[in-house]
Structure formats: C-alpha cells, structure tokens
C-alpha cells in the first residue's frame, strides 16, 4: 500500500529536549516536505526536499532541521523545542517525474506538546 | 509571491443544504495548479481535486463540483446536498509550476447539522 508514515503520532516533550519526528514513504517520491497545522493558520511549510541531499527553507524554517540522506526518508530535527513549536505536524511527498502537479501525499500527522 | 485566501473560517449548514466553500488565490505566474483537501475530525489530509491552470472546465464529482475562474483567481468548492460525513475542515492551495513550495490557505471549517 502507497503510504506515508510519521512517528511517533503523539509525542509530549520538555523544553530544550532534542527530538525527532521520522518521515517515510514507500512511492519512490522525489519530493518530500513537513508543514506545520495550527489554529487559524492553515498549514505552513516548514522544509522541503526535492531529492536527496537537497533541502530547502520553507516559510517557517526557524528551530527545525532536516535531512535527506536516502529518498524515503525525511526526518524533522527539533534540536532545542520551546512551547511556541507545540503543534500538529504533517509529513509529504510528491512525484516529480512528470512535475510538480501531481499529488500530494500525507502522512497522518504528529501532535506535539512541548512543556 | 503566492498566497491562497480562505475568507469563510466558519460555515454551518443544516444536512441538506448546499454550500460554498471560497477560495481565492494570488499569483503572477501563468501556469499553476490548484488543489483541494479535507480534514476530517479524525485528522488526516484528504485529497479531493487538483486543477491546473489551463483548465477552466468546471469539475462534478458526485455531490462535489468546483468552479474555477481565472478572471476573479478563485477555485470554489460546493458541496451538494451536504450530509453529516461532510463535517470538516477543507483547504485550498495552489503551487506554481516554477516553484518548489505549496500554499495553503487557513481553512474552513464545516458543521453539517442533522
């Protein structure tokens, strides 16, 4: 089954505790992206990835890392989290071999609390 | 610089009813696309529609249609007949074919009252 998986789905933290959200997808997509879903604001774009070894800031880049170092994954790095990153966080990817119109795929989300 | 608008934050229909979901995009490039999604309370993104934009046919698909005019920059969404399963919140976006990010709009949140 062509999915996107995110973990953890829930996760409770601590401020300035490093933590790791994982991104996986099974479709062999190029491109791959983390949004950030709060109240009011739609979805923001934090990062995206339009192959490996590439990555680039979207609207909201601040406090996140990421990297790409196999095509299926795509992990989001909170190095120091504060309580304004306390968010619900979704997980993407696009096939780009007939360009960017097609779909996109989402994972499930992850909900974070930051303490 | 692109920006989707989502004016509605709120919409609340009896079952039944038609309504109209709007959403208007900025853009200046001449090729872009489109998109519509779904949320259900249970939180998953849900693909509905995707357009591009040499495309202004009107889309039906079930109780489902989507009016898009270049002329006003708006993609709308209306939902026929709305039923319950309808409650959700729906976005908008757009991605320009130049470009490598996708924007969405704020969302509106739909109530289908029985």
């Known amino acids: 089954e062509a999915q996107v998986t995110q973990n953890p789905r829930y996760l409770i933290t601590v401020t300035g505790k490093k933590l790791t959200v994982t991104c996986s997808q099974n479709?062999?997509?190029?491109?791959m992206s983390w949004y950030r879903q709060d109240p009011g604001l739609g979805l923001r774009q934090i990062y995206y990835?339009?192959?490996?070894?590439?990555?680039d800031k979207g609207d909201v880049p601040e406090g996140y890392k990421v990297s790409r170092k196999e095509k299926r994954n795509f992990p989001l790095i909170l190095e120091s989290p504060s309580p304004n990153q306390t968010s619900l966080y979704f997980c993407?990817?696009?096939?780009?071999?007939?360009?960017?119109?097609?779909?996109?795929?989402f994972g499930p989300g992850t909900r974070l609390l930051v303490l | 610089a692109q920006k989707v608008t989502q004016a509605q934050t709120e919409i609340s229909v009896v079952e039944k009813e038609d309504v109209t979901l709007d959403c208007v995009y900025e853009?200046?490039?001449?090729?872009?696309?489109l998109f519509w999604y779904k949320q259900p309370p249970s939180g998953e993104l849900v693909f509905l529609i995707r357009r591009n934009s040499f495309d202004e046919q009107n889309e039906i698909s079930g109780r489902y249609s989507w009016n898009f005019q270049k002329s006003t920059s708006s993609f709308n969404f209306t939902i026929t007949a709305s039923q319950v399963v309808d409650s959700a919140v729906y976005f908008c976006a757009l991605i320009i074919d130049t470009g490598n990010q996708f924007y969405f709009g704020t969302g509106t949140s739909l109530t289908v009252i029985p």
């Open positions: 479709m062999n997509h190029e491109y």
């Open positions: 990835s339009m192959n490996v070894e590439v990555t």
């Open positions: 993407a990817s696009v096939k780009l071999a007939s360009g960017m119109q097609e779909t996109q795929y």
């Open positions: 853009t200046r490039d001449t090729t872009y696309y």
